[in-house]
């Protein structure tokens, strides 16, 4: 069985050396969908619940909400960079609030403090389903990742590997044994 969440996300981006209207820089509404599975934990009768995976996914990805989002190559990076710069906003303004940890993995880099994600590749639907499974694949059983961002919409199919300790009370994973949320201790 599965309990499946989705995320909004708003983010700005454009196709660097595609020869079409998404060569200039646009922006979106992204929505992300995340589908986990497991067994049904029977003191809650779920498998995972779908606000846990939201707090799961958002702790990560929320650096992609309102950001640019370009690929490494892009002309279009150190002239923003250099605006910010000069701006006082590189390295952060006071109401730059909602922002996560500042990450760098073998297909993105995020710099919260400047609402900035490089990518390796061209941020396309596909694009979005691979970073967002790399980013994730360890904290969830993902069995499916779909994202729609405009008239685009792709998806992809995993294979779930991973054994979560589970509450029995609530449904969370367990942190060295206890939930996080509720206190509760395992054996």
């Not at 490089?118 to 596909?126: P, Q, R």
């Not at 970073?131 to 969830?140: P, Q, T, V």
């Given at each position: 069985m599965k309990s499946i969440a989705q995320l909004d996300l708003q983010y700005a981006h454009r196709f660097y050396g595609f020869k079409g209207e998404a060569?200039?820089?646009?922006?979106?509404?992204?929505i992300l969908t995340i589908e986990v599975e497991d067994s049904i934990n029977k003191g809650v009768n779920m498998v995972f619940p779908c606000n846990e995976i939201k707090k799961i996914a958002w702790s990560i990805l929320q650096n992609f909400d309102h950001a640019l989002v370009l690929?490494?190559?892009d002309p279009l990076l150190p002239?923003?960079?250099?605006?910010?710069?000069?701006?006082?906003?590189?390295?952060?303004?006071?109401n730059n609030t909602n922002k996560g940890p500042c990450l760098k993995t073998d297909c993105l880099a995020m710099y919260p403090d400047c609402r900035i994600v490089?990518?390796?590749?061209?941020?396309?639907?596909?694009?979005m389903i691979k970073?967002?499974?790399?980013?994730?694949?360890?904290?969830?059983n993902i069995t499916k990742i779909s994202f729609t961002s405009g008239s685009n919409t792709a998806s992809e199919d995993f294979t779930t590997n991973l054994i979560i300790d589970r509450c029995p009370l609530c449904g969370v994973a367990l942190e060295n044994k206890i939930c996080p949320k509720c206190g509760y201790k395992g054996a």
């Open positions: 060569q200039y820089l646009h922006g979106h509404t992204g690929r490494e190559d002239a923003i960079l250099d605006v910010y710069e000069k701006e006082g906003i590189k390295n952060g303004a006071p490089v990518t390796k590749e061209t941020m396309t639907a596909e694009g970073m967002a499974y790399e980013l994730l694949k360890n904290k969830l």
